[in-house]
């Protein structure tokens, strides 16, 4: 919930690409569960949310606007509401912010079994709903990470241990941080400037460690809270090698803003430049061939475990079975695609033309049509015999 | 997204949702479309189909369905799902002109000659288009690489724009393909199952 109303606003940022889909996904749920009280779209978000789904729903909008006050992720120009964190608003996103997830996952599953009540002859009148649905269709994998942070929100929320107002809105700052992009940085920045003044050192610290927490959880790479947690400090330990190039970017950018007047900011810049010197440490890039070579290695062994897992891994062989299996496939769908009747009298051949066999072929249409097959009479006779020690051994007449 | 055509017209596609494909995938390790969305594509397909299509020429119109919807519910970065989307348009093309092109001949063989002319420009544009392409094609690709087996050239000619592609690409697309193709079976598999388990 609080990533995804701070991602309605950061939609237009090229980091927030993968939180977009989070955006619409919510963006839908709040039409059709969320409960009168939201109203007025906001006019610092609408500008920022512009894709198309957030024009579907100002319930999203006002949504974010509540988030807003916390999570300054409007354009640098607007850094007034940024600073103004009032108490009693925090108090009041837990009960709200808790309601558009659950409400979603059991609308979600709702409208999942009332599809599964239709009869299959309802399938193709799918259209309709499943375009409505679409949206939220590929919520189902996300829906834990959902429910996850609301927990983990609530949970910080509603922590006694919380020592000042700026510290609650702190924690939200932090567990907003990963739809965070470069551009709101600046803005992050005043905040911290601000919040220095007011809370302690050591509430920072502890947002830190909470900061630190919500990374382990979150492994996955389209999430941008590296950079805005990176930017305290002692979260970059824990940032993983393969976002250094992500954090990278995002630090070179937020320079650009310009806001390192604040204590952050200083604390930052010794470790952007140790960082960057890190990065220019490693040796330059191995001669082309080598590198050609492995990729090349690594990608065949991909394709062996995607098509042969337990077969050979030599070039050779993995390419043999990869055409083999393609082939196959392709004859799949075409056979799949041929239509299914019902007594089974023509099943359409693609290739297979037989002028002479089409009466046997005919009826052993029929016959596979029901399970069965011909077989010589021969075969037969041990079947049929009495003694039923000869079940397995039906074509063996010779090995008594 | 750009609007892209299947078999009849279809409505502007909307954002796509799909979290595959609005990961930023610079070392695109995407994984192949989520089932879901091969199914929404494929289903609006058939549903299309079915409302328009007379049914003697179904098999081949289904099929073809297949292959539009599975490229276009894969990540539009791919090489292959652009080729094959290419191909289904220019198919459909020189399918829509030829027809014009039989129905005109047949319905009129008095024709004037500017429009049977106008018909066959039409149809040899199309496919000199194809032949040019093809052309090309063979001409720019004898061997990319000298560390390419012989084999490359067959995968080639069966995965979608395979042509041009240099070899460690081929590779690469060859998985996302193969990947697709499979869900794509499984998924026509568990609807033939679905709709013949009411027997």
């Given at each position: 919930m609080i990533h995804a109303a701070a991602a309605a606003?950061?939609?237009?940022?090229?980091?927030?690409?993968?939180?977009?889909?989070?955006?619409?996904?919510?963006?839908?749920?709040?039409?059709h569960q969320l409960p009168a009280g939201w109203s007025g779209p906001a006019d610092g978000?609408?500008?920022?949310?512009?894709?198309?789904?957030?024009?579907?729903?100002?319930?999203?909008?006002?949504?974010?606007?509540?988030?807003?006050?916390?999570?300054?992720?409007?354009?640098?120009?607007?850094?007034?509401?940024?600073?103004?964190?009032?108490?009693?608003?925090?108090?009041?996103?837990?009960?709200?912010?808790?309601?558009?997830?659950?409400?979603?996952?059991?609308?979600?599953?709702?409208?999942?079994?009332?599809?599964?009540?239709?009869?299959?002859?309802?399938?193709?009148?799918?259209?309709?709903?499943?375009?409505?649905?679409?949206?939220?269709?590929?919520?189902?994998?996300?829906?834990?990470?959902?429910?996850f942070l609301s927990n983990l929100g609530l949970e910080l929320l509603s922590s006694p241990t919380s020592p000042s107002p700026g510290f609650r809105s702190l924690l939200l700052k932090s567990l907003t941080e990963p739809a965070a992009s470069a551009k709101p940085l600046s803005g992050f920045q005043q905040y911290q400037q601000q919040t220095m003044n007011q809370v302690p050192a050591d509430s920072i610290r502890e947002a830190l460690q909470f900061s630190n927490s919500t990374l382990f959880w979150n492994p996955s790479p389209g999430f941008g809270s590296v950079e805005g947690l990176a930017n305290l400090g002692a979260a970059r330990q824990s940032l993983g090698q393969s976002r250094l190039a992500s954090s990278r970017a995002d630090k070179s950018t937020s320079e650009g803003a310009g806001?390192?007047?604040?204590?952050?900011?200083?604390?930052?810049?010794?470790?952007?430049?140790?960082?960057?010197?890190?990065?220019?440490?490693?040796?330059?890039?191995?001669?082309?061939?080598?590198?050609?070579?492995?990729?090349?290695?690594?990608?065949?062994?991909?394709?062996?475990?995607?098509?042969?897992?337990?077969?050979?891994?030599?070039?050779?062989?993995?390419?043999?079975?990869?055409?083999?299996?393609?082939?196959?496939?392709?004859?799949?769908?075409?056979?799949?695609?041929?239509?299914?009747?019902?007594?089974?009298?023509?099943?359409?051949?693609?290739?297979?033309?037989?002028?002479?066999?089409?009466?046997?072929?005919a009826t052993k249409g029929d016959l596979t049509g029901r399970g069965l097959c011909l077989v010589p009479i021969s075969s037969t006779f041990a079947v049929a015999s009495e003694t039923p020690v000869d079940f397995w051994t039906p074509f063996g007449a010779a090995f008594r | 997204m750009a609007v892209k055509r299947t078999a009849p017209s279809p409505p502007t596609p909307r954002p796509n949702p799909n979290p595959n494909r609005r990961a930023p995938a610079s070392g695109a390790d995407a994984a192949s479309p989520s089932k879901r969305m091969l199914a929404f594509h494929f289903i609006r397909a058939l549903a299309r189909i079915h409302r328009s299509t007379p049914v003697p020429r179904r098999t081949r119109t289904?099929?073809?369905?297949?292959?539009?919807?599975?490229?276009?519910?894969?990540?539009?970065?791919?090489?292959?799902?652009?080729?094959?989307?290419?191909?289904?348009?220019?198919?459909?093309?020189?399918?829509?002109?030829?027809?014009?092109?039989?129905?005109?001949?047949?319905?009129?063989?008095?024709?004037?000659?500017?429009?049977?002319?106008?018909?066959?420009?039409?149809?040899?544009?199309?496919?000199?288009?194809?032949a040019a392409l093809a052309r090309t094609a063979a001409a720019a690709a004898p061997h990319r690489q000298a560390g390419e087996p012989a084999r490359a050239d067959a995968l080639r000619r069966l995965v979608p724009g395979g042509n041009e592609m240099e070899y460690s690409n081929l590779l690469e697309e060859t998985a996302d393909y193969v990947r697709c193709l499979r869900a794509q079976v499984q998924l026509m598999q568990g609807l033939v199952d679905l709709f013949s388990a009411g027997r």
């Open positions: 606003a950061t939609g237009t940022t090229s980091r927030g690409h993968s939180v977009d889909w989070w955006s619409t996904a919510v963006t839908c749920s709040p039409d978000n609408s500008s920022r949310s512009g894709n198309a789904a957030s024009s579907e729903s100002p319930g999203s909008n006002s949504f974010a606007t509540g988030v807003s006050s916390v999570t300054f992720q409007e354009s640098a120009g607007v850094p007034g509401p940024a600073a103004v964190v009032p108490q009693p608003v925090a108090g009041t996103f837990t009960t709200d912010w808790s309601h558009p997830y659950y409400f979603d996952g059991s609308g979600f599953l709702g409208h999942m079994s009332s599809r599964n009540d239709q009869g299959h002859m309802n399938v193709l009148s799918l259209t309709s709903p499943s375009s409505n649905n679409s949206p939220m269709m590929p919520q189902d994998p996300h829906e834990q990470n959902h429910q806001d390192s007047s604040s204590v952050i900011a200083k604390k930052v810049t010794p470790d952007r430049t140790a960082l960057k010197k890190a990065r220019t440490g490693t040796p330059s890039p191995l001669p082309t061939f080598k590198v050609r070579k492995e990729k090349l290695g690594d990608r065949i062994t991909a394709l062996q475990q995607l098509v042969s897992p337990f077969g050979k891994t030599d070039t050779a062989s993995v390419l043999h079975e990869t055409i083999e299996y393609i082939k196959f496939l392709h004859e799949q769908v075409g056979s799949l695609s041929a239509p299914y009747l019902k007594n089974r009298q023509q099943v359409p051949h693609l290739k297979i033309v037989s002028r002479d066999g089409s009466e046997a072929a | 289904i099929r073809r369905a297949a292959y539009s919807s599975m490229a276009r519910a894969a990540n539009p970065r791919r090489v292959w799902s652009r080729a094959l989307l290419q191909q289904m348009r220019a198919r459909r093309a020189t399918t829509r002109r030829a027809a014009v092109l039989r129905r005109s001949v047949s319905a009129a063989p008095a024709t004037p000659p500017g429009g049977g002319a106008r018909s066959i420009a039409g149809e040899d544009e199309s496919t000199t288009t194809l």
